[in-house]
């Protein structure tokens, strides 16, 4: 919980009322309010959205109405298609992503001790780090077909390098001060590795991994626009080739969807792990 | 144990320029004495610790504790700093334990009996950023105590806290101190605290550092700062480290 701080600074003889004005009274009916307000937007832009569609301003074909883009949602789920294409979908974004977090993981380790690891193979992983996924995907297709295995190599070589950046630089900015103390207490190198790095590089990590989620995502997209005969990115594919657009919209919500709840379901992870930490949570913030 | 120090030169590198930090320090400290040291900023009283620690070894001499010459870093010599430095992912007992396992029973007795000493029972599972400045710098103690080290050094360990936590702690210290007996070698530029704890103080005159007078105290535990005998001592450690200071004066060097 925290206080209004705006106000306490201020002296004057109005400082009084606006430091009442401004305490924020968190109860049930005022969070209400502010989720009502929330909406009021949105439903506001649906419901134009929906009258636009049904008095046929605008083509379906360009624009389904909401309610089309619901129907065709629950469609999907009644025939089973949608959980199909998501299970493919989802089964290639984490195979890609445990590939290529994991390398990113054990590289970013060990280039992060090592100053000869990092001068050996640093520079190359620059210089891979840049090429865009569209540039490699005909390679990877050459190789390897438009089989799994191009796909899912492609989703890793994203995924890869959030990791293994921001392991690098959790593990050299782990305070050098502590390290004095290792050695005073004379930590083995497995105790300096579970005690000291890791956990001092462990927000990096972290953020490395939820950045890393994003892109293996991203690349499950191009992966499957591509070329593929199933998963979700292949639906909106074979949707816009017979216009329909209402599974259009639904595949992009699937994304969505998918893609914040994995990122929900890390920071959860990251609250847990870090709860140590003793830092800025920014002001005003109405849950503790 | 016994603790002699023989450093007969310390050159830091500035620059260019070769400083000499410390010059024939010899210095010889008994089993369960008290010894604390002090000097203007700048004299190499931390330099002295850090190479007593074996941090530092980049120097001429030696050190022996008993009859080991210290080589590096080790538990055998616990070190406080003048921060906390615990790991703020740890909880007390697990900051204090640092290494070795809380799951071996000896381990936990032993951290457990620590947290009563320092006087934290109730904050075991309390992360860093939840303590202040001195109940920090008391789990900071207990984990040089858990090694049962044979000298514990202390850099300045209560600079940064105020007054009444710093009473508190001296006397934290003192009280183990007797019970434990441990060789204690504490760096301070306090004056009133160097007297406090102390049953010599050693005062370091600067450029090059080197000890001067091993001044003994000898007044009973636990001392009244308000008495005279306190103050007469006070005086004389004073009167002592004043010349230092005249002489730092006189070179020009400034702090």
């Not at chain 2, 040089?144 to 360990?157: F, Q």
């Not at chain 2, 007054?163 to 934290?172: G, N, P, W």
Request: with cysteine; proline share 4%; glycine share 8%.
């Amino acid at each position: 919980m925290s206080q209004p701080r705006g106000a306490a600074g201020t002296t004057g003889i109005f400082s009084k009322n606006i430091l009442v004005k401004r305490l924020p009274k968190v109860n049930v009916r005022d969070r209400a309010k502010v989720f009502i307000r929330g909406l009021a937007v949105p439903i506001f832009i649906l419901s134009i959205w929906q009258l636009a569609g049904s008095y046929e301003w605008i083509s379906k074909t360009v624009l389904p109405t909401p309610l089309d883009i619901l129907v065709a949602f629950r469609d999907l789920a009644v025939s089973g298609d949608l959980a199909s294409h998501l299970k493919i979908s989802v089964w290639r974004a984490a195979a890609g992503f445990v590939i290529g977090a994991g390398l990113g993981l054990v590289l970013g380790m060990l280039v992060g001790f090592s100053n000869k690891a990092e001068h050996y193979v640093d520079p190359s992983f620059q210089m891979l780090r840049t090429v865009p996924h569209l540039a490699v995907a005909p390679l990877f297709i050459l190789w390897f077909g438009f089989g799994e295995v191009s796909k899912i190599l492609l989703i890793a070589k994203g995924a890869f390098f959030p990791v293994y950046i921001n392991t690098f630089l959790g593990i050299r900015g782990v305070d050098a001060k502590l390290f004095d103390v290792a050695r005073i207490l004379s930590f083995s190198r497995y105790k300096q590795l579970t005690k000291l790095v890791l956990p001092a590089a462990l927000p990096n990590i972290l953020l490395g991994i939820r950045l890393s989620l994003g892109i293996a995502w991203l690349g499950l997209v191009v992966a499957e626009l591509m070329g593929s005969s199933e998963g979700v990115g292949y639906m909106i594919m074979d949707a816009r080739q017979f216009s329909h657009t209402d599974v259009v919209f639904v595949g992009i919500i699937i994304f969505a969807l998918v893609g914040k709840i994995t990122d929900s379901l890390v920071r959860a992870i990251e609250n847990r792990l870090l709860k140590w930490r003793d830092s800025f949570k920014g002001q005003n913030s109405f849950h503790t | 144990m016994t603790v002699s120090i023989s450093v007969k030169e310390k050159i830091f590198l500035k620059g260019q320029r070769e400083v000499k930090v410390l010059e024939h320090v010899d210095v010889t400290i008994d089993q369960g004495e008290f010894v604390t040291i002090i000097g203007p900023s700048g004299c190499g009283k931390s330099t002295l610790l850090k190479i007593v620690a074996g941090i530092d070894s980049d120097y001429e001499g030696f050190v022996k504790i008993g009859n080991r010459e210290v080589k590096g870093p080790g538990t055998k010599q616990g070190f406080v700093f003048q921060e906390h430095r615990l790991f703020p992912w740890l909880t007390v007992e697990e900051n204090i334990a640092a290494n070795l396992s809380l799951r071996n029973s000896e381990v936990r007795r032993q951290v457990h009996e620590l947290i009563e000493i320092v006087r934290l029972s109730g904050f075991e599972k309390s992360y860093p950023r939840e303590l202040s400045g001195g109940m920090s710098q008391r789990v900071a103690i207990a984990r040089a105590l858990l090694r049962d080290p044979e000298v514990l050094l202390l850099d300045e360990p209560f600079g940064a806290l105020d007054a009444f936590t710093r009473k508190h702690l001296q006397d934290v210290l003192l009280d183990i101190w007797k019970e434990r007996q441990t060789t204690m070698i504490l760096v301070t530029h306090d004056i009133d605290e160097s007297v406090y704890l102390a049953n010599r103080v050693a005062i370091m005159s600067p450029r090059p550092g080197t000890v001067g007078k091993l001044i003994p105290i000898q007044l009973p535990y636990p001392r009244n700062r308000t008495n005279e005998a306190f103050q007469a001592a006070r005086q004389q450690v004073l009167a002592e480290f004043e010349k230092t200071e005249e002489v730092h004066l006189l070179d020009g060097s400034g702090i």
